[in-house]
């Protein structure tokens, strides 16, 4: 909603970068609908802070406050909710995970509410990943959750398989994501919803306090945001049945084949 004030109004924004220009301090943006004041538009913004234009990459989500005037529509208040690229990385590096690597014994509550270990996996093959139930990205959490959903029925048609592997998505917002929220949001992707038993696919969160130790393993970036979204990168893990490390995929290009393989070489 604008809020008018000697010519200017201000307005809360959200779009997409489709350029930005680092020499002039400018960028173009796919923009929602601006109630008030536009439609659904690509157009160039002047930046408030030109030196941040650097910081900003074509595909990348943002929000913003929009000053608009006669002269101008400038952006400031920028914030990435999401990166094209998970290239995101906290401001400390963080574990690179390398073949071979055994995986703490960390634990979680599960969607039923009870602690799950991931020692108790052993000698099966782990297929593990990050998410939060709230991200509203298609090439994030959202995508991670439907490739885990193809993965599962995929292992489903090979009962010899399926026995010999356990899925394991982690959220890194265990504030929210209780187990009754990792319930339905579970039950939603696997197509079971309030039948579902999650014999062989477990939603988790860590608690606040061991969810530090978690993602420096997993090598995870996860910062609030003031709009309760939280800017993050990925990380998918293969871990094999003696508890090591056998792949990591740290970014969303992975594929289901990719991971079936890796599935089908451990446990076939």
């Not at 909710?81 to 703490?104: C, F, H, I, M, S």
Request: aromatic share 10%.
């Amino acid at each position: 909603m604008g809020q008018q004030q000697a010519g200017v109004k201000k307005y809360h924004i959200r779009g997409i970068v489709v350029s930005s220009d680092a020499k002039t301090g400018a960028v173009t943006v796919d923009t929602d609908a601006i109630r008030g004041y536009m439609d659904a538009m690509t157009m160039p913004y002047t930046l408030a802070q030109p030196n941040i234009a650097s910081e900003l990459h074509p595909g990348d989500t943002i929000t913003a406050t929009l000053t608009a005037s006669v002269d101008a529509d400038v952006l400031d208040e920028i914030v990435v909710v999401a990166q094209a690229r998970p290239d995101y990385k906290p401001a400390v590096t963080y574990n690179d995970l390398e073949p071979g690597e055994v995986v703490p014994d960390f634990a979680f509550r599960n969607q039923s509410g009870r602690v799950v270990r991931l020692g108790q996996w052993r000698g099966k093959v782990v297929l593990l990943t990050f998410i939060y139930t709230r991200c509203p990205l298609p090439n994030f959490c959202v995508r991670m959750s439907r490739n885990f959903a193809e993965i599962d029925k995929e292992l489903e048609k090979d009962p010899k398989l399926y026995a010999k592997t356990h899925l394991l998505s982690v959220s890194f917002d265990p504030k929210y994501d209780t187990p009754a929220v990792l319930r339905s949001y579970g039950g939603a992707y696997t197509g079971n919803f309030m039948k579902e038993t999650f014999a062989h696919w477990d939603f988790a969160a860590p608690t606040e306090q061991e969810l530090p130790k978690v993602l420096e393993f997993f090598d995870v970036g996860a910062t609030p945001e003031k709009d309760r979204t939280i800017t993050h990168s990925l990380s998918t893990v293969v871990i094999g049945p003696d508890g090591k490390v056998v792949k990591w995929y740290p970014g969303n290009e992975w594929t289901v084949d990719q991971v079936m393989g890796d599935v089908r070489k451990l446990a076939g």
